[in-house]
């Protein structure tokens, strides 16, 4: 999957998760858990949608990595 294929996958499924949160105006940069205020089940739904969506499983262990947008974006991709 290519970088752009995960970016909207990610952006289809926040959007989902936390319907305020405005694709247009995302920052790559913003953090899942304090600028998106996601909590824990929030997370793990959002983690949930883009394994329906695009097929890719995320381990407990990988969780502390995935802290901001981009980084979210860049596992899926790689992954993907």
Do not use: C, W
């Not at 790559?28 to 929030?42: C, N, T, V, Y």
């Not at 262990?61 to 993907?80: E, F, P, S, W």
């Amino acid at each position: 999957m290519n970088e752009s294929d995960a970016r909207a996958a990610v952006f289809a499924a926040l959007h989902e998760i936390a319907p305020d949160v405005e694709p247009d105006d995302l920052d790559p940069s913003a953090r899942l858990r304090q600028d998106l205020e996601l909590d824990s089940l929030d997370f793990l739904r959002l983690l949930e949608v883009l394994a329906g969506s695009t097929g890719v499983s995320t381990p407990e262990d990988d969780y502390r990595d995935l802290t901001t947008v981009q980084a979210l974006v860049d596992y899926i991709a790689k992954r993907g």
